[in-house]
């Protein structure tokens, strides 16, 4: 069978496969497809004390000054595991990246911002370590809804990565896949008692402007469960205030038709994987600024 047959025999069987997707383990049947040959994957750092304070590390065999992309899943702060993410992490990777998948706390375990707490100290982690992965200076935060609202803020608002003891001036850029980045009030009762105090403090769109890393912000027109509204008004508010920002909008997809585009076997859907990696290559010559050095103490 020639590609060109391949390729349409998945596109003739595609309405069953969605189908399959989403029933029982869609996740399990789009890992299933993904090739790992070439790549090494270590699995359950701990980057803290807790049980769901770790994280997985995909990269290709004899890895070197590769751009590092931490990637932070959704399930609206309530579900979702590393575990889930094979299909995009290892397809990433083979794409030429070091990628880092963590886990980190969700309700009711915790609430708003001890879920960005853990990704910010993910992220430190991995800014100590991506040089031992193969990774080079160049970091990239990216995340899938709930995920992108967590990377996003991460990038946005210094604070937190300064918090987690690592240096905010690092971060080359941050890619959002259909994030909720400005949705006071909060309507979705599962999401309201996760932001105890929704004000508007909570929200990435506060935080956007000048000085702050290039977005890249993705999103499927027939999202339904995040509005594509969300992506319009953060890329306008950052292109106001003087920011960087990129979007793009696929046509026919739905929230999780976005991400699941990424695996091999449904990139015909829409060239998801190739926008986010022209975004990493174009990116990966960051240098971040030297480290200020902090004034010595008085002599007592």
């Known amino acids: 069978m020639t590609q060109r047959q391949a390729s349409s025999t998945v596109r003739r069987l595609a309405p069953a496969l969605l189908l399959l997707l989403a029933r029982c383990a869609p996740v399990d049947l789009l890992n299933a497809t993904v090739p790992i040959a070439g790549l090494k994957i270590s699995r359950d750092i701990a980057y803290g004390p807790g049980e769901r304070q770790k994280l997985d590390v995909y990269r290709p065999e004899n890895a070197h000054g590769l751009p590092v992309v931490v ?5 609206s702060w309530r579900g ?3 575990a889930m993410y094979p299909f995009v992490a290892a397809t990433m990777a083979r794409a030429g990246a070091v990628v880092v998948v963590p886990d980190y706390r969700l309700y009711p375990q915790v609430t708003f911002p001890d879920f960005l707490r853990d990704c910010a100290s993910a992220t430190a982690w991995t800014q100590a370590h991506a040089a031992t992965f193969g990774g080079s200076d160049a970091l990239f935060l990216m995340g ?3 995920g992108a609202y967590n990377a996003v803020m991460l990038g946005l608002d210094p604070e937190w990565l300064r918090a987690a003891g690592s240096d905010p001036s690092r971060i080359a850029g941050v890619i959002g896949l259909a994030g909720p980045y400005d949705f006071l009030p909060i309507t979705d009762q599962e999401v309201v008692p996760v932001f105890p105090n929704p004000t508007p ?4 769109i506060t935080y956007a402007g000048a000085g702050k890393p290039p977005l890249l912000l993705v999103t499927g027109d027939k999202d339904t469960q995040v509005r594509p509204r969300n992506t319009g008004a953060l890329a306008a508010r950052m292109s106001d205030d003087g920011g960087s920002v ?3 909008y696929y046509n026919g997809l739905g929230h999780i038709g976005l ?6 076997i449904l990139q015909w859907r829409a060239p998801v994987l190739r926008d986010v990696m022209d975004f990493v290559r174009a990116h990966k010559s960051f240098h971040p600024a030297p480290a ?3 004034p010595a103490l008085p002599a007592t």
């Open 80 to 82: 979702g595991s590393k």
């Open 246 to 248: 990129e979007t793009k």
């Open 144 to 146: 899938h809804s709930a």
């Open 292 to 294: 200020v050095p902090k």
């Open 71 to 75: 990637f932070f899943y959704g399930g």
């Open 259 to 264: 991400v699941i585009s990424i695996a091999p």
């Open 201 to 204: 403090a909570t929200q990435p």
